[in-house]
């Protein structure tokens, strides 16, 4: 009897941890961080940025899966890919140093537009007078301070200038959450003389009048398009995930719902411009 009553109490002790293993093993913790309107994770647009919507369409693609959503800052997110924690996020710029930690997807997961230089009107003719200036000639100049968010990537051509100058006094770093939003208004308070970012961001992190003060400069060094890829963390578990989202983006990143994520947040003079490299170039990029 006692024999019956120990192997009982064997096999219901597996079955109370065979689930809870498997549980935490099909597990993904989906990363969002706050850059808005690519991510907007708080006020009345929550979970209405790109991004946002684009995990949400992923996880009802994925239902072999449990799924938790958790927010962090860019540091944080690239420490939990390092330790190898079952996490992905639905978009970053590819870059060598975040392919040590993770797997990228094969396919893109987001296109968005050129960077450009944002500065004060005001200050516009210390630029000079053209409407594209040179990244590297401007962090060359030391009178000129630049703002930038540590781990954020502007693209591999920006990146690679950036690095050269990075430890330069008249660079000024801002960590944290609000990263962005936080550079812009030190801009408009003259605490850095310029930055790097997506024109039309700022039409949703900024006033109007706060806006007509700004004026928008191309970088010469720069290509006309950002992609985003997905990632998880570069284990097997990752590099499973990571096929299974590849295969998601190939079935909806050609779908109108799919583009309507990105262009929601753009501006209306410009989405000509955006379906055509939406269609021509994103949707036949495969890596």
């Known amino acids: 009897m006692n024999i019956f009553i120990k192997l009982f109490m064997a096999a219901f002790s597996l079955l109370l ?36 919507k ?32 079952c996490v992905c996020t639905m978009g970053m710029i590819k870059t060598g140093e975040r392919e040590k930690a993770a797997y990228f997807s094969t396919v893109p997961s987001i296109l968005l537009s050129k960077n450009k230089i944002i500065v004060r009107k005001e200050d516009r003719r210390l630029f000079g007078d053209s409407d594209s200036v040179s990244l590297e000639k401007l962090m060359q100049d030391k009178s000129l301070r630049l703002g930038l968010t540590s781990n954020i990537s502007h693209g591999k051509e920006a990146d690679a200038i950036i690095d050269k100058y990075k430890s330069e006094a008249n660079i000024l770093y801002r960590k944290g959450t609000g990263v962005l939003e936080g550079l812009l208004q030190m801009l408009l ?16 992190l900024l006033k109007p009048q706060e806006r007509e003060q700004l004026s ?33 983006l190939l079935k909806e990143r050609a779908t109108p719902l799919y583009r309507s994520y990105m262009e929601r947040w753009m501006p209306k003079d410009t989405l000509a411009d955006f379906r055509l490299m939406y269609d021509t170039e994103f949707l036949k990029t495969k890596q």
Not at 189 to 199: E, S
């Open 54 to 85: 684009i995990t949400e369409l992923a996880i009802k693609n994925l239902p072999e899966y449990q799924h938790k959503i958790s927010v962090a800052n860019i540091n944080r997110t690239m420490l939990d890919f390092e330790q190898g924690k």
């Open 189 to 204: 308070m003259k605490r850095i003389d310029y930055l790097i970012t997506l024109p039309w961001m700022t039409e949703y």
């Open 216 to 248: 928008f400069l191309a970088i010469k060094e720069c290509p006309e398009i950002i992609i985003y890829h997905s990632l998880c963390a570069k284990t097997e578990w990752g590099q499973n995930v990571i096929r299974k989202i590849d295969a998601f």
């Open 17 to 52: 941890l065979f689930p809870y293993r498997l549980t935490a093993a099909e597990t993904i913790e989906w990363i969002i961080v706050d850059y808005p309107p690519i991510y907007i994770n708080e006020g009345p647009d929550k979970g209405e940025g790109i991004l946002n």
